[in-house]
Structure formats: structure tokens, C-alpha cells
């Protein structure tokens, strides 16, 4: 930790310096259009993971504050609110993942108290989930729930903790590359690429390009 601390003030006090030999870099090796597209595409990657984190990082700074605030006649109060605010870092299970050993160790001190504890977690990550956490983070990935889900699930698998942060603004880049690629492949053909145009769509007249769906009459 002390190392990365020490990298990471060097890092930041030359970020400039380093952008700058990067974009050199690249230009030199792309040409003036790709080497353009390239440079956008890194600034949206900069917007979603660095928008993400930071407002993730700070709700879940409210959401730690907010436990201790409310829960001093809890036992292990510190303890409990350093797990629910750490864990409330990853999206979707992080409530979950926090507070099952809280829940324990207050268990462990006072059933009751547990079962007060439980429902205030269910209230507090309610108010999280659409109130709190909108308000900070806005939509920031524009991803759909079962994205979220599979993110999560596929690099928490390959890489642990850090990987259940980091998938959520991943998975969005990832797909945001993917409809990139999509649209120049579809637009090269001259076909359409607004998704409601293949909802339903049975085939595309090769003679004059219309789009064929089911239920269409003949």
C-alpha cells in the first residue's frame, strides 16, 4: 500500500507530461482519423470509470456515515459502518456482502438488535439504491440490469474484489466499443442502425433494402 501511495503522487504530479507522450505516441502510430478516434474513445473510458469510482467512493462514504450516525446503540458500531461503507463499493451485491458478517457479530451480542439492524439495512440500501445513489452517480454507465448482473458475476469471478468494483464501468466501455464497431460495420453496408428496425424482422430485401417482419403482409 505504501509503495502504491508513493507511485501514485509521482503518477499524478506528471499526469500531464505522460498524456502528453501518449497522444505522440499514438498519432505517430495511427493515422490522423484513427489516431483521433482513438483519443475520444480514451477520454470516454476516462468519463466512465473516473465518473463511476469517484461517485461510487463518495455514496458509499455517505452510506458508512450515515450507519454510524444512526447505529451508535448498535454493538461494534465503527466496525460495522467501515463494512457497510467498504462494501456498498460494489454495485448490486455490496449491500448483501456487508451485511452478513455485521449481521453476525451484532448476532452474537444481541439477536434483537440483529433483527432491528437487518431492516435498517433494508431501508438504508432502499434509500441508496433510488434516491442517494442516482443523485451521485446520475447514469453514469447507461448500463441495463442484466449487464450490471453479468459484470459483476464475470470479473468478480476473474479477479475478486477488485473486479466486482471495476465491472460495471468495464462491461460499459466494453459494449459502448462493441455498438461503436457495430454501427461502422452495419453503416459501411448501408443498413440501418437503429435497433427497432430489427425488432421482428423476418429478412432485408436484397432487391430494394426493405425490412422484412413477421406479420408483415405478403
Same mark, same amino acid.
Request: aromatic share 12%.
Given at each position: 500500500?505504501?509503495?502504491?501511495?508513493?507511485?501514485?503522487?509521482? =503518477?499524478?504530479?506528471?499526469?500531464?507530461?505522460? =498524456?502528453?507522450?501518449?497522444?505522440?505516441?499514438?498519432?505517430?502510430?495511427?493515422?490522423?482519423?484513427?489516431?483521433?478516434?482513438?483519443? #475520444? #474513445?480514451?477520454?470516454?473510458?476516462?468519463?466512465?470509470? @473516473?465518473?463511476?469510482?469517484?461517485?461510487?467512493?463518495?455514496?458509499?462514504?455517505?452510506?458508512?456515515?450515515?450507519?454510524?450516525?444512526?447505529?451508535?446503540?448498535?454493538?461494534? /458500531?465503527?466496525?460495522?459502518?467501515?463494512?457497510?461503507?467498504? /462494501?456498498?463499493?460494489?454495485?448490486? !451485491?455490496?449491500?448483501?456482502? @456487508?451485511?452478513?458478517?455485521?449481521?453476525?457479530?451484532? =448476532?452474537?451480542?444481541?439477536?434483537?438488535?440483529?433483527?432491528?439492524?437487518?431492516? !435498517?439495512?433494508?431501508?438504508?440500501?432502499?434509500?441508496?439504491?433510488?434516491?442517494?445513489?442516482?443523485?451521485?452517480?446520475?447514469?453514469? /454507465?447507461?448500463?441495463?440490469?442484466?449487464?450490471?448482473? !453479468?459484470?459483476?458475476?464475470?470479473?468478480? @469471478?476473474?479477479?475478486? !474484489?477488485?473486479?466486482?468494483?471495476?465491472?460495471?464501468?468495464?462491461?460499459?466501455?466494453?459494449?459502448? *466499443?462493441?455498438?461503436?464497431?457495430? #454501427?461502422?460495420?452495419?453503416?459501411?453496408?448501408? =443498413?440501418?442502425?437503429?435497433?427497432?428496425?430489427?425488432?421482428?424482422?423476418?429478412? *432485408?430485401?436484397?432487391?430494394?433494402?426493405?425490412?422484412?417482419?413477421?406479420?408483415?403482409?405478403?
Amino acid at each position: 500500500i505504501l509503495i502504491g501511495l508513493i507511485v501514485m503522487v509521482y =503518477l499524478l504530479n506528471m499526469k500531464e507530461k505522460l =498524456l502528453a507522450q501518449a497522444k505522440m505516441i499514438i498519432y505517430g502510430l495511427f493515422p490522423l482519423k484513427i489516431a483521433n478516434k482513438v483519443i #475520444e #474513445e480514451g477520454r470516454y473510458v476516462h468519463q466512465v470509470f @473516473g465518473g463511476f469510482i469517484i461517485g461510487k467512493l463518495l455514496d458509499s462514504l455517505i452510506i458508512g456515515l450515515i450507519c454510524f450516525v444512526l447505529l451508535l446503540q448498535m454493538p461494534y /458500531t465503527l466496525l460495522i459502518s467501515v463494512i457497510i461503507g467498504v /462494501t456498498n463499493v460494489i454495485p448490486f !451485491f455490496g449491500p448483501f456482502i @456487508g451485511a452478513i458478517p455485521s449481521a453476525f457479530l451484532i =448476532l452474537l451480542s444481541d439477536p434483537m438488535k440483529c433483527l432491528y439492524f437487518l431492516i !435498517f439495512i433494508l431501508l438504508l440500501q432502499q434509500f441508496d439504491g433510488n434516491i442517494l445513489g442516482p443523485k451521485i452517480l446520475g447514469d453514469s /454507465t447507461g448500463l441495463p440490469s442484466f449487464w450490471v448482473l !453479468f459484470s459483476i458475476l464475470l470479473f468478480g @469471478g476473474l479477479f475478486g !474484489f477488485v473486479g466486482m468494483i471495476i465491472a460495471v464501468p468495464l462491461m460499459a466501455v466494453i459494449i459502448h *466499443i462493441y455498438n461503436q464497431i457495430q #454501427e461502422y460495420l452495419l453503416s459501411k453496408k448501408s =443498413l440501418s442502425i437503429k435497433e427497432e428496425d430489427y425488432v421482428n424482422l423476418k429478412r *432485408i430485401d436484397e432487391q430494394n433494402g426493405e425490412y422484412k417482419k413477421h406479420g408483415d403482409e405478403q
